[in-house]
């Protein structure tokens, strides 16, 4: 891992209490010193009273910690980490053009032609793709439908504004695909509702590709997902890259590096044979380092 001309000092901001997040804040840590670098990890709730002037670069991990970054109109580089691209658009629109130079990001979606892939790779049996936008997501409707049919895939949506409505209208998009594409919307998946999607598409027998291990331990079929480590990795090499380009150039990226899991059992209940993972895994990181996912 090269490191910078000179060693640099950054300030992790990280939500207080959540393992992924003090996880991965405890790898960058590891991975800037390993680069010859110092950092320090503070919680959103400390952010407050503490001075930006001795860090030359911060990093945020989730959507709380980047918002309060983007509301403190900070002359330090940031790195937000762990948040979606629909919300980071949203935090960056919501300042003057002049300082977004300053935010960078690596988005917590994998990219959506990724997720397709690996549709594909799972079987030939995925013809008809339901997903379904909230508030969150909707403004992204016809881009994604547009990368499904390049997968010569069929999409078929839904919008849900009300919550109320969100099962009803999971059982009858159930009803009308083969597999279900759960896309990051905290207003569409979060603790409340996940359970109620899961157990609705699972009693109709279309299985579900989430975007986390946690989906796929929770009753998804499979998930793209980056790891602790993968994020970590890149977190380092994105600082380096911004560094170099004295900070003038942003950095918006999806995940660089990932990994798949499969819930066999799930596969074996619904009566979905699947291709074997690491053929599927081998075949997804031949397209990567093409470029295509």
Known sequence: MSSLSFADNYLIVSEINHRFHNSLAKQIETGLSQANHSSHTITTNELKARAYSDYDSIITIGYTAASLLFQSNTSKPVLSLLIPLQAFTHLENSIDKQYRHLFSSIYIDQPVARQLELIRQLSDTFHTVGIIFGKN???????????????????????????????????????????????????????????????????????????????????????VFSSVTDISRQTVETLIQNKSSGYLLTSRSYPKYFDIEINKKVAHSLNIKLRDKDIILKNMLRNAQNEQL
């Open 137 to 223: 997501s909707h403004q992204r409707k016809e881009n994604i439908s547009d990368t499904v049919k390049k997968f010569s895939l069929t999409p078929k949506t839904i919008t849900v504004f009300d919550r109320t409505e969100l099962i009803s209208e999971t059982r009858y998009l159930s009803e009308e695909s083969d597999i279900l594409l759960a896309i990051p919307d905290n207003s569409i998946y979060n603790k409340r509702s996940i359970k109620g999607i899961l157990l609705t598409t699972y009693r109709k027998k279309i299985p579900v590709l989430g975007y986390s291990k946690a989906y796929v331990r929770a009753g998804a079929l499979a998930a």
